[in-house]
């Protein structure tokens, strides 16, 4: 039975976790001008170098930006104005890694050196009672 708590409690660890994970992707604010800022933020300007949509005021830059607020009043989803942004510029649009394919990858694998570490600290922990 104890086995069984120690697994189920490492289990809820982990899901606590990915919890945090998914709120910290996602923006605080739940306006329409917060949503746009944020996109802004995540896009990498087509024509500059490591600089921001919402950073640049290059011609390039500002269709990004016209497109980004033209799909938010739309109500389309975050997910699907990055996707087809990453669709038509590639995925060295985005300033941070994808969160699809390869880029989930990105994105898991410190979550699983986390919970790893942890499960090793536990049993560590419980070899020396």
């Known amino acids: 039975m104890s086995k069984i708590?120690?697994?189920?409690?490492?289990?809820?660890?982990?899901?606590?976790?990915?919890?945090?994970?998914?709120?910290?992707?996602?923006?605080v604010g739940n306006g329409v001008r917060e949503r746009i800022v944020h996109l802004e933020q995540l896009v990498k300007c087509p024509s500059c170098e490591n600089l921001s949509v919402y950073n640049s005021n290059s011609t390039s830059a500002l269709a990004v930006r016209r497109f980004i607020e033209n799909e938010v009043t739309k109500g389309h989803s975050d997910t699907r104005i990055l996707t087809t942004l990453e669709s038509q510029y590639g995925s060295s649009i985005l300033l941070s890694p994808s969160t699809?394919?390869?880029?989930?990858i990105l994105w898991i694998f410190p979550l699983l050196v986390v919970v790893t570490l942890g499960a090793v600290l536990t049993r560590l922990r419980s070899n020396r009672k």
């Open 5 to 27: 708590f120690k697994s189920f409690r490492l289990w809820l660890i982990a899901m606590v976790l990915l919890a945090g994970l998914a709120v910290l992707q996602h923006p």
């Open 100 to 104: 699809g394919g390869l880029g989930a």
